[in-house]
C-alpha cells in the first residue's frame, strides 16, 4: 500500500468515520466525561490527576484536543473529532516512533481493542523491532476479576505477536481495566528486568503505564477522556483521538502513514 498524503488521508478518516462525524453519540461522550468527573474508576484507566477536573473544563478540553462540539447545550445527538487534530497527533506519534528507533529503545505494545487494533500496533512492533528495539512481554497468565463487564469475568494477561490483550479463557475481550499493565511492569520488577522506554497502548493499558511514569502514547475515543487529560497533565507523551471501533484493516492507512512518517517502511 502506497502511504495517503496528509490531505489523502484526513478525506479517507472522515469519509470511514474513524474521525470526522463519528459513531459514538454526543450522549455518550457527556456521560463518560460526567463519570470521570466522579472518579468513576472504570473510566479513570488506572489514572489519577493532580487537577480536579469540573465537567465543563473535561468537555472544553475534549474540544480542543479531540474535537468534539464544545456548545454544553449540545447533548443528543452526532459528536466529532477533529480529522486535523487526529493526524497532528499521529505526526507526533510517528516522530516518537523514529526517535525510538534510533535510539533501538526498549518498546511494548498492548491493546484493550485487541478485534481492531492489534494488527496496526503489530505493524508498528515488526518494524521498531527490525531496526533494533527490544519489543518486550511480561505478566502472561496473570488473572483478574472484574464487575464491570459482561461475563465471565476472569480475564486473563496473553500475548499474542509480542502484544497484551487480555481474554476471558476462551475469547480476546475489550477492556479498560489498568490491572494488566501493572501486573506486566511488576513482573518485569520482580525479574529485575528494566521497565519498557515506550509503551504504546490504549485504555488502561495506556493509563496504567503513564501513571508508573513509563513515557507511553495513546489512542482514545472521544466518550474517553482520561487519555487526553493525562496529556493535558504531562502522563502520555500524546494521545491520538480516533473512533477506535472499527475493523483491522479500516486503519491500514493510519498505520501506514505512521510508518512513512517515520521512516519505517
Given amino acids: 500500500m502506497t502511504p495517503p498524503t496528509r490531505a489523502e488521508l484526513i478525506t479517507y478518516l472522515v469519509r470511514t468515520g474513524i474521525a470526522g462525524h463519528v459513531d459514538t453519540p454526543r450522549q455518550n461522550n457527556l456521560r463518560h466525561y460526567r463519570r470521570l ?4 474508576p472504570y473510566h479513570q484507566f488506572g ?3 493532580s487537577h480536579d477536573w469540573t465537567y465543563s ?3 472544553a478540553l475534549m474540544s480542543k ?3 468534539v462540539v464544545a456548545d454544553e447545550e449540545y447533548v443528543w445527538g452526532i459528536d466529532t473529532i477533529d480529522p ?5 497527533a499521529l505526526e507526533a506519534f510517528a516522530d516518537r516512533l523514529a526517535l525510538a528507533a534510533e535510539r533501538r529503545e526498549r518498546v511494548l505494545f498492548a491493546t484493550g481493542h485487541p478485534r481492531n487494533l492489534r494488527e496496526t500496533y503489530r505493524a508498528w512492533k515488526d518494524a521498531l523491532a527490525e531496526r533494533g528495539c527490544q519489543v518486550l512481554t511480561a505478566g502472561g497468565g496473570y488473572s483478574y476479576e472484574v464487575t464491570t463487564e459482561r461475563p465471565p469475568n476472569r480475564r486473563i494477561v496473553v500475548w499474542e505477536d509480542d502484544i497484551a490483550i487480555v481474554t476471558d479463557g476462551r475469547l480476546a475481550r ?3 481495566h489498568p490491572f494488566a499493565m501493572r501486573a506486566i511492569l511488576a ?3 520482580d525479574r529485575g528486568e528494566a521497565w519498557p522506554q ?3 497502548a490504549d485504555h488502561g493499558f495506556a493509563g496504567a503505564a503513564g501513571e508508573a511514569g513509563v513515557p507511553a502514547m495513546g489512542f482514545a475515543d472521544c466518550n474517553d477522556p482520561a487519555l487526553f487529560l493525562a496529556e493535558a497533565e504531562g502522563k502520555l507523551l500524546v494521545t491520538v483521538p480516533l473512533d477506535d471501533g472499527y475493523l483491522t484493516e479500516d486503519y491500514a492507512p493510519l498505520r501506514e502513514y505512521v510508518l512513512a512518517r517515520a521512516g519505517l517502511l
Fill in 187 to 189: 513482573d518485569l520488577a
Fill in 198 to 200: 515506550l509503551v504504546i
Fill in 37 to 40: 468527573v466522579q472518579k468513576d
Fill in 47 to 49: 489514572l489519577t490527576f
Fill in 65 to 67: 484536543r479531540c474535537g
Fill in 84 to 88: 486535523d487534530l487526529t493526524i497532528d
Fill in 174 to 176: 475489550h477492556s479498560h
Fill in 57 to 59: 473544563e473535561v468537555l
